[in-house]
């Protein structure tokens, strides 16, 4: 029974992927992005993509990730310089259920659960927001911090 189930799963997925493939434009910067976000995956290691702005990248990998049947999550990283907004953010493309007066502590613990607890990708456009905005040799640089220990020290299969 449960052979059929997982049959009837994957059968569903080809279908609903290849309905959203239908119709679909690559271009040469879709297809450098796609290459780079399937070798990220397969290699289960942190990739940056990088590139000249306004030729299409955070376009491509939202594609990318919209075609990996929830396998992959596109996270735009908020420019703010609050902890908040920035789980807010990250629980957000993850489907946690969240409300506008979660506090940081519980963000963060229901985010870690999620990613520790599967095996999904991460791509988070505008990844440069990480790092603090009003750097000086003291900045404790927080939302790295979080990706370091949180994620990768903690073997979770979180890429970038």
């Not at 450098?32 to 376009?59: C, N």
């Not at 229901?110 to 003291?138: F, I, K, N, T």
């Amino acid at each position: 029974m449960a052979a059929a189930s997982a049959a009837a799963v994957r059968a569903f997925r080809a279908g609903w992927l290849a309905e959203r493939a239908a119709g679909r434009v690559e271009t040469g910067v879709g297809r450098r992005i796609g290459a780079a976000l399937d070798y990220t995956r397969s290699a289960r290691t942190l990739t940056i993509i990088d590139g000249p702005a306004r030729i299409g990248k955070s376009f491509a990998a939202r594609a990318w990730c919209e075609a990996s049947a929830g396998l992959a999550c596109y996270v735009e990283t908020p420019c703010s310089v609050d902890e908040t907004s920035f789980l807010h953010r990250l629980a957000q493309a993850l489907g946690v259920s969240i409300n506008l007066k979660s506090r940081a502590l519980d963000l963060r613990l229901r985010v870690e659960e999620v990613l520790q607890g599967g095996d999904l990708m991460l791509v988070m456009d505008e990844a440069h927001y990480l790092w603090p905005q009003g750097r000086s040799s003291d900045t404790v640089p927080g939302r790295v911090n979080f990706v370091n220990t949180t994620l990768i020290n903690s073997a979770c299969r979180w890429h970038w």
